[in-house]
């Protein structure tokens, strides 16, 4: 791995046979801010925005952790009490602990629980993400710990993954593979994905269960991103924000406000670990 302090400081890991990078700012809640894949830029930056820490960030691979999508009143309710939480939790705004993978492959970065988490989430855990760049394709590990002793209480969580796919004109994207019904975010309703899918160019958030492999195909690019998921990592969601040049294209664990309805909220016992995979695979459009 290599320190660089341009533009911004941060990390690089690069496979020496392909070329393919992946450039990292662990302090600014383990984010993923690059992935260079067959000498082409895969994820959307918003440079500007990401040079104010006072924002939040708009690119890269955010890490949506104990929730995904927010919850009413942004307060998480649990037998002991009352826990403010803003929408998508904690992770993504706090430093995190960087190192490359034992076998050279990729890096792993790291959160722990801690005086920042504690008034938000009473559980003791260990959040591990492992990045391993493959052949023309990125692998994601997530491993979750919960650190507690035996007799605590379990620990309820949701994962979700943020990864801002550069594309030349969101309307020009397909996407296959998604279920006929998703979930609409912007009103709550079910809606049939085909026509959510009609209106990338001018803004969607949409949410799919128990979805298998999702492509993404660029046709100005001639590229396509498949997105292969294992469950209970299987939920995608698809948002668009008009003008950016950029397709939202995430893994989830659950749906929104999945801590208070229950609706695939996952659980760890003391001493547990929940191991979570999802894989992204880049090809040429012949």
């Given at each position: 791995?290599?320190?660089?302090?341009?533009?911004w400081?941060?990390?690089?890991?690069?496979?020496?046979?392909?070329?393919?990078?992946?450039?990292?700012?662990?302090?600014?809640?383990?984010?993923?801010?690059g992935?260079?894949?067959?000498?082409?830029?895969?994820l959307?930056?918003?440079?500007?925005?990401?040079?104010?820490p006072?924002?939040?960030v708009?690119?890269?691979?955010?890490?949506?952790?104990?929730i995904?999508?927010?919850?009413?009143?942004?307060?998480?309710?649990?037998?002991?009490?009352?826990?403010?939480m803003?929408q998508?939790?904690f992770?993504r705004?706090?430093?995190?602990?960087?190192?490359?993978?034992a076998?050279?492959?990729?890096?792993?970065?790291?959160?722990?629980?801690?005086?920042?988490?504690?008034?938000?989430?009473p559980?003791?855990?260990?959040?591990?993400?492992?990045?391993?760049?493959e052949?023309?394709?990125?692998?994601?590990?997530?491993?979750i710990?919960?650190?507690g002793?035996?007799?605590?209480?379990?620990?309820?969580?949701?994962f979700?993954l943020?990864?801002?796919?550069?594309?030349?004109?969101?309307?020009?994207?397909?996407?296959?593979?998604?279920p006929?019904?998703?979930?609409?975010?912007?009103?709550?309703?079910?809606a049939?994905?085909a026509?959510?899918?009609?209106r990338?160019?001018?803004?969607?958030?949409?949410f799919?269960?128990?979805s298998?492999?999702?492509?993404?195909?660029?046709?100005?690019?001639?590229?396509?991103?498949?997105?292969?998921?294992?469950?209970?990592?299987?939920?995608?969601?698809?948002?668009?924000e008009?003008?950016?040049?950029m397709?939202?294209?995430?893994?989830?664990?659950?749906?929104?406000?999945?801590?208070?309805?229950g609706?695939?909220?996952l659980?760890?016992?003391?001493?547990?670990?929940?191991?979570?995979?999802?894989?992204?695979?880049?090809e040429?459009?012949?």
């Open positions: 791995m290599l320190s660089i302090k341009d533009p400081p941060h990390w690089t890991f690069e496979d020496p046979a392909s070329g393919d990078q992946l450039r990292l700012v662990p302090e600014r809640g383990g984010l993923l801010t992935w260079r894949c067959g000498g082409r830029e895969i959307y930056l918003d440079a500007d925005r990401f040079a104010d006072a924002l939040s708009r690119g890269g691979m955010p890490v949506l952790f104990p995904c999508g927010n919850l009413p009143g942004d307060q998480l309710p649990l037998p002991g009490g009352s826990y403010p803003r998508h939790g992770a705004d706090l430093p995190w602990s960087l190192e490359p993978l076998d050279g492959g990729g890096v792993a970065m790291e959160l722990n629980d801690g005086p920042a988490t504690r008034p938000h989430f559980f003791p855990f260990r959040l591990r993400l492992e990045l391993r760049l052949s023309a394709a990125l692998a994601i590990t997530a491993r710990h919960h650190g002793e035996p007799g605590d209480a379990a620990m309820p969580f949701s979700g943020h990864p801002y796919v550069a594309v030349a004109d969101p309307g020009a994207v397909l996407i296959q593979g998604l006929e019904r998703c979930t609409d975010h912007l009103t709550m309703a079910t049939a994905t026509d959510q899918l009609l990338l160019r001018e803004g969607v958030d949409l799919c269960a128990d298998g492999a999702v492509r993404l195909v660029d046709p100005a690019a001639g590229l396509s991103l498949t997105l292969e998921t294992t469950a209970p990592f299987d939920c995608v969601v698809v948002w668009t008009t003008p950016r040049p397709v939202c294209f995430e893994p989830w664990t659950a749906p929104r406000q999945a801590l208070v309805s609706e695939r909220r659980l760890l016992a003391p001493g547990e670990t929940r191991n979570l995979h999802c894989r992204y695979r880049l040429t459009l012949a």
